[in-house]
């Protein structure tokens, strides 16, 4: 056989394979992209991908054309995420994703006791750790999650030296947080496989900084209905009113902390939480922090300098 018959036969040959080499991201072993063959263009290969995945939500943040997030379709509310994926953990939640600590009631940070203190140059700074076993794509949107406390609240999330409280951000099984600071280590668990995405990012560090979800506030009654029918009665006491301090803002449907409208629900389709007087209110988004979800964080620590 001679040198151009056989070139021709291995072109063949390569043409009808359907592996190819592997391609590590980020350096996880465990994550094995296996390529189509060579006979599939670049495009042909990205369409067909992108056909098999959630539709992507293009997230713009106050007006940074540079500061761009893909998020998952906001189809599914943050709750509802956090809730599948919290099946797996054997940690004792409240309201799904809030940890009860042994040291206090879960449930009691409506006064100073569990907030970060403020330094002197007027900054509330957070010490926080990442474990390694986040990829750095997955540091990049914590870090773009934290972005949005350090441009428009005085709230500063710094890596931790030698601080004695301080957040450990570490892929456990689920997505949850203490109410507050709690006092020495204490963990905001991200689950890399149904926590890393903007909204529960900001979720849980919301909780950390001692944020309720906003349908357990003391007034929620006259903007939202429970309907108590639709709910396990052992799973009751996640919509119990708490004794929260509501910082003078209104009653806020858009919150990142707000439940959806069906979670816990133990029929299928059926609503929990209803708005009222206008049922067809949106709730449960997963974007990120509302303007009053900001605007909470400056009132309750104090952000002076942000115009409170």
Same mark, same amino acid.
């Given at each position: %056989?001679?040198?151009?018959?056989?070139?021709?036969?291995?072109?063949?040959?390569?043409?009808?394979?359907? /592996?190819?080499?592997?391609?590590?991201?980020?350096?996880?072993?465990?994550?094995?992209?296996?390529?189509?063959?060579?006979? =599939?263009?670049?495009?042909?290969?990205?369409?067909?991908?992108?056909?098999?995945?959630?539709?992507?939500?293009?997230?713009?943040?106050?007006?940074?054309?540079?500061?761009?997030?893909?998020?998952?379709?906001?189809?599914?509310?943050?709750?509802?995420?956090?809730?599948?994926?919290?099946?797996?953990?054997?940690?004792?939640?409240?309201?799904?994703?809030?940890? =009860?600590?042994?040291?206090?009631?879960?449930?009691?940070?409506?006064?100073?006791?569990?907030?970060?203190?403020?330094?002197?140059? &007027? /900054? =509330?700074? =957070?010490?926080?750790?990442?474990?390694?076993?986040?990829?750095?794509?997955?540091?990049?949107?914590?870090?773009?999650? %934290?972005?949005?406390?350090?441009?428009?609240?005085?709230?500063?999330?710094?890596?931790?030296?030698?601080?004695?409280?301080?957040?450990?951000?570490?892929?456990?099984?689920?997505?949850?947080?203490?109410?507050?600071?709690? &006092?020495?280590?204490?963990?905001?668990?991200?689950?890399?496989?149904?926590?890393?995405?903007?909204?529960?990012?900001?979720?849980?560090?919301?909780?950390?900084?001692?944020?309720?979800?906003?349908?357990?506030?003391?007034?929620?009654?006259?903007?939202? /209905?429970?309907?108590?029918?639709?709910?396990?009665?052992?799973?009751?006491?996640?919509?119990?009113?708490?004794?929260?301090?509501?910082?003078?803002?209104?009653?806020?449907?858009?919150?990142?902390?707000?439940?959806?409208?069906?979670?816990?629900?133990?029929?299928? &389709?059926?609503?929990?939480?209803?708005?009222?007087?206008?049922?067809?209110?949106?709730? &449960?988004?997963?974007?990120? %922090?509302?303007?009053?979800?900001?605007?909470?964080?400056?009132?309750?620590?104090?952000?002076?300098?942000?115009?409170?």
């Amino acid at each position: %056989m001679d040198l151009r018959a056989s070139i021709s036969l291995l072109v063949l040959l390569l043409l009808g394979l359907s /592996k190819a080499l592997p391609v590590m991201e980020d350096g996880d072993e465990n994550l094995i992209y296996i390529e189509e063959p060579y006979s =599939v263009d670049i495009t042909t290969q990205i369409l067909a991908t992108n056909n098999s995945l959630p539709k992507a939500l293009l997230v713009m943040e106050d007006g940074d054309e540079d500061e761009i997030l893909i998020e998952e379709s906001d189809s599914v509310d943050i709750t509802t995420q956090i809730l599948a994926t919290n099946n797996a953990s054997s940690e004792f939640l409240m309201e799904g994703d809030i940890v =009860v600590p042994r040291t206090r009631n879960a449930m009691a940070c409506w006064n100073n006791q569990c907030l970060w203190r403020k330094s002197s140059n &007027g /900054k =509330v700074q =957070v010490p926080f750790r990442v474990n390694s076993r986040f990829s750095s794509n997955e540091r990049k949107k914590i870090q773009n999650a %934290m972005a949005t406390f350090h441009r428009r609240t005085c709230v500063q999330f710094v890596a931790h030296w030698a601080q004695r409280d301080y957040i450990s951000i570490e892929n456990r099984a689920g997505c949850f947080s203490s109410l507050g600071r709690t &006092g020495g280590r204490q963990v905001v668990s991200l689950n890399r496989r149904g926590c890393v995405y903007h909204g529960i990012i900001q979720h849980e560090l919301l909780h950390a900084l001692g944020f309720y979800h906003e349908q357990t506030r003391s007034d929620r009654d006259q903007y939202v /209905k429970i309907n108590w029918n639709y709910i396990n009665p052992q799973l009751a006491s996640n919509f119990r009113i708490q004794r929260t301090n509501n910082l003078n803002t209104p009653y806020d449907y858009t919150s990142v902390m707000h439940y959806g409208r069906t979670d816990f629900t133990t029929q299928r &389709g059926k609503e929990t939480i209803t708005p009222i007087p206008n049922p067809n209110v949106q709730i &449960g988004q997963r974007r990120g %922090m509302s303007t009053t979800d900001i605007l909470r964080i400056n009132k309750l620590y104090g952000c002076c300098e942000y115009g409170v």
